[in-house]
């Protein structure tokens, strides 16, 4: 599955390695991500996608505030991941 604004994707490598985050934005080879908590909408990270693992969600429309994202993410891992 490819990696599009709006994916929920799991993190692979790195500090937020096995953390659940929607993309937010995406630019060639990397991908704006956002947790709502740790990583805020309004200052994404910003990783390869390499190191990002794609689930097969795909978020309509555009997250704009925090517990919009935690909102998402919550609801996503409540139905099983």
């Not at 929920?8 to 929607?22: C, E, L, M, N």
């Not at 704006?32 to 990270?45: H, L, M, Q, S």
Request: without cysteine; aromatic residues 6%; proline residues 4%.
């Amino acid at each position: 599955m490819n990696i599009v604004k709006g994916s929920i994707v799991r993190v692979k490598a790195g500090h937020d390695k096995d953390g659940y985050f929607v993309v937010l934005e995406r630019e060639g080879k990397f991908a704006y991500i956002a947790d709502g908590r740790r990583r805020k909408v309004e200052a994404p990270k910003k990783k390869s996608v390499i190191h990002l693992a794609p689930t097969n969600t795909v978020i309509e429309g555009s997250i704009e505030t925090n517990p919009q994202a935690k909102r998402i993410l919550n609801d996503f891992l409540k139905n099983g991941g």
